[in-house]
């Protein structure tokens, strides 16, 4: 984020950290410490009412004083770590810190509690992580130009896609295309999936060559801004059969009924099964073995999640999620078909506009 939105975060951080009897947190994740102090390198952050700081090392100091103007810049030594350098500065001044119990090892909590000495550390019990999950319309604006991107970049290189080709090709066209387009890097490892292994969701693209009868799943995203898009689009190459194109339909109608269904307030849970209810019924129970969807930012895989196991979890203004159900037949063939969506008060609004239609080439 920005260094306007990424302080207001940080400031609802430590309110809520305070109401849990903390002084302040130290932040390792990557993606944590970009959203609360727009510093995109490796370090720690040491956060307290009183103190905003960056410990890192000397390849990112002079980054760091950009990116975070308001921030203090402090450096590691070869004799003095991150946790030794952040007692520097917080040494009399803090009792109780906030550390990320999912990430931090027990080793590295050990090697910190030496550093810093006289703290006691608690679970953040994913705080930033929580913020995370409602985006800013900065951020929604990230990712819906990464998902510009991404659809861009498969309605150029469709004319590319016949048989013959392979998978691996058609993935690497595909990034190709993306960078051409503005993308930092693709969102994660492409997914292009033939024929048969279009039955694995997370196929990696081999060296098969498509041929005439054949399903291609594409799942591919951009990063833009650090942000992420993810899009799944599936193609027939050649024409397909009647069978075939029965499970074309029944995934179309499955998403397109639970992205009408995405309003606030609703469960999660229940998006997730009107997709699954609806294969089911139409004679595919059991293949359908995955969450609908996703949340999405600086990471593919946000919370919350469209699936099963996601509790009591509701759909909130300013969500953006993935809706993707699929059809996985082994040995036979696979579809799924995705969208990237933002939630507002009206329900989805699809971010990745590319036609649904079966594509045939
Ligand atoms: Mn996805």
Redesign the pocket.
């Known amino acids: 984020m920005g260094g306007t939105a990424a302080s207001r975060a940080l400031d609802e951080l430590l309110d809520q950290l305070e109401g849990a009897g903390f002084d302040g947190a130290i932040i390792h994740k990557r993606e944590n410490i970009r959203y609360l102090s727009a510093f995109t390198g490796e370090g720690m952050l040491a956060v307290t009412r009183g103190l905003r700081a960056i410990v890192t090392d000397f390849r990112y100091v002079e980054q760091a004083g950009i990116q975070a103007p308001g921030w203090r810049t402090i450096s590691t030594t070869s004799e003095r770590g991150h946790g030794a350098t952040a007692y520097t500065l917080l040494r009399g001044s803090v009792k109780r810190l906030a550390f990320e119990d999912d990430y931090v090892s027990v080793a590295h909590m050990r090697k910190l509690g030496q550093e810093i000495p006289d703290v006691e550390f608690g679970p953040i019990d994913r705080g930033p992580e929580k913020l995370r999950e409602i985006k800013t319309p900065e951020e929604i604006a990230s990712i819906a130009k990464a998902c510009e991107i991404a659809c861009a970049a498969l309605e150029s290189i469709l004319d590319e896609i016949r048989p013959g080709r392979t998978e691996r090709e058609i993935a690497w066209t595909l990034e190709r295309a993306m960078l051409e387009r503005g993308a930092e890097k693709p969102a994660f490892e492409t997914i292009a999936a033939s024929g048969p292994n279009g039955s694995l969701p997370h196929a990696v693209p081999s060296d098969r060559k498509l041929e005439k009868g054949d399903f291609l799943t594409l799942?591919f995203?951009a990063r833009h801004n650090g942000y992420c898009s993810?899009i799944?689009r599936t193609l027939a190459i050649g024409g397909v059969s009647p069978d075939k194109r029965k499970v074309y339909e029944t995934v179309l109608t499955a998403q397109t009924t639970a992205l009408d269904a995405v309003k606030p307030g609703r469960l999660c849970r229940e998006i997730d099964s009107i997709a699954r209810d609806y294969i089911d019924a139409a004679g595919y129970g059991g293949m359908f073995g995955h969450g609908l969807?996703?949340s999405?930012g600086l990471l593919?895989?946000e919370d919350p999640r469209f699936s099963q196991s996601a509790g009591g979890a509701t759909v909130k203004v300013g969500h953006v999620m993935?809706v993707?159900p699929g059809i996985y037949r082994p040995g036979l063939d696979g579809v799924r078909i995705?969208d990237t969506v933002k939630v507002t008060e009206d329900g989805a609004v699809r971010l990745t506009t590319m036609s649904k239609e079966l594509i045939t080439l």
């Open positions: 799942d995203g993810d799944t969807g996703h999405l593919i895989h993935t993707e995705e």
